[in-house]
């Protein structure tokens, strides 16, 4: 059986994770042939899933790419009648979405749930709906309806779930390259040592989609950062956890574990923590595991919207944090948002205020977003009640980067006064981009002056841009 397994997300600048594991679930106990076709490399995904005979297409998209998702699927149905499974945080945070250009959707954690639903492909030919209630995590339509199966449970231990098969995904990721993040040129990998997250942000749906938070063992992380190092020459991992730090407990037998391995001087990482749980043991802790390097969603600098967005953290930890993390030598990043309901111009203007004390006490990195909502969040149900999104919309209008034209979400704040505010953030922002220029040509400057002579056009209109770096 041969199937194909699509990544719609064309700037996403890493590899698809979510797929890479799928990819190798799938594998291990089936004669499955398997291929990713990513659209960051396939430029033309169409052309790339014709080329072969594929028995099966599963597709994974986030909201954003959802329409992208849609348009694939219907497109695909039009040349040929192949089986489309459509799986990932979107429809599994709205499964009311689900269009019948799909023949299946995979709520929720889709390892397991797609390993079955191949075992029944196989057995009867084609997908047998009868069978297929018997599965958990299923949508589908039935009697013109979208019909649901009961919520499957999440995968324990987590350690049983294999390695992601980095083996499918492009080479080219692991080629060295300017890596903007760390600020250094070299081998990128990625890596998830936990699926979940404790807290509840009004804007995020991780907690939705993962439902409980899992870990795995240290053992397990270490023989994770092993595989990258050892078999694809991986000098910088990300650590894409929702938050690293939670258990400390954990970290503390991490670490352990690195500082006796053979890699202590072979990888660098970074993470990210939360602000309100930063002190100074964390951050012995991650410096001892060669994380030079923290990403925080700062979120804002108003206590009113802190409280409003977060909950327990407040502006004072925001600014604890950066100065705690600089002083043990760690580069400090992290993100803004503007435009959340409640949100004054006042408010605004205290996050420009957070973002000249980032800058002045060390921070590497700040980028900003315009609050989006997504579905399974209070920020979308907001939305909806006023009108902003709904099951049925045009996904493309979704998006952080919609600078623009923003979907504002707060009837009181005027789009010009909020435009205004906010291109004033990017132009404080760029000042964080001459870091990153600096950090670059202190780690190589040979590498950093070919890579931006390679197209000076491209990064010279970035740098002076108001385009977040």
Not at 73 to 90: L, T
Not at 388 to 413: F, R
Request: hydrophobic share 40%; with cysteine.
């Amino acid at each position: 059986m041969k199937i194909a397994l699509v990544f719609l997300d064309d700037n996403a600048g890493h590899p698809p994770m979510g797929l890479a594991y799928l990819a190798s679930y799938l594998s291990k106990d089936n004669d499955i042939d398997i291929r990713i076709i990513d659209s960051g490399v396939h430029f033309n995904v169409m052309e790339a899933l014709f080329k072969d005979h594929f028995d099966l297409i599963g597709i994974s998209a986030m909201t954003i790419e959802y329409g992208k998702a849609l348009e694939l699927a219907r497109n695909i149905k039009n040349e040929k009648n192949i089986p489309i499974i459509i799986g990932g945080v979107h429809i599994s945070t709205l499964p009311s979405s689900f269009k019948n250009c799909f023949d299946l959707g995979v709520i929720g954690e889709g390892e397991q749930t797609f390993m079955e639903v191949i075992k029944s492909f196989i057995k009867y030919k084609k997908f047998n709906h009868s069978d297929l209630e018997q599965i958990n995590g299923l949508a589908f339509f039935k009697n013109s309806n979208v019909y649901m199966t009961k919520v499957r449970k999440p995968i324990e231990p987590l350690d049983s779930i294999p390695f992601p098969a980095w083996d499918l995904v492009s080479k080219d990721y692991f080629r060295r390259n300017a890596l903007v993040t760390f600020g250094e040129f070299g081998k990128h990998g990625v890596i998830l040592t936990s699926r979940g997250c404790p807290y509840e942000c009004v804007f995020c749906s991780t907690t939705k989609f993962w439902d409980i938070v899992r870990f795995h063992s240290p053992e397990y992380v270490i023989n994770q950062i092993a595989d990258l190092v050892d078999n694809y020459g991986v000098s910088h991992i990300q650590i894409w956890d929702d938050l690293f730090v939670s258990n400390k407990k954990r970290l503390r037998n991490i670490v352990s574990l690195f500082e006796k391995s053979k890699y202590k001087n072979k990888v660098k990482f970074n993470c990210q923590p939360r602000v309100n749980l930063i002190d100074d043991e964390i951050c012995e802790l991650l410096v001892r595991m060669n994380c030079n390097l923290v990403l925080f969603g700062f979120e804002s600098g108003s206590e009113k919207m802190l409280k409003y967005l977060k909950g327990n953290v407040t502006v004072e930890q925001n600014r604890n944090a950066i100065r705690t993390c600089v002083k043990y030598g760690m580069k400090v990043q992290g993100s803004v948002i503007f435009g959340s309901p409640t949100e004054t111009v006042e408010d605004m203007q205290k996050t420009l205020e957070f973002l000249d004390f980032a800058y002045n006490n060390g921070a590497d990195r700040i980028w900003s977003f315009v609050m989006t909502p997504f579905p399974a969040t209070k920020i979308w149900e907001i939305a909806k009640e006023r009108g902003k999104v709904s099951d049925d919309m045009d996904w493309k209008l979704l998006s952080h980067e919609a600078i623009d034209n923003p979907l504002l979400l707060d009837p009181a704040i005027d789009i010009e006064d909020f435009k205004k505010i906010f291109f004033e953030g990017r132009r404080r922002l760029n000042r964080f981009k001459w870091n990153k220029i600096f950090s670059f040509l202190k780690s190589d400057p040979i590498s950093t002056v070919t890579y931006f002579l390679s197209n000076p056009f491209k990064y010279t209109r970035l740098l002076f841009s108001k385009r977040n770096f």
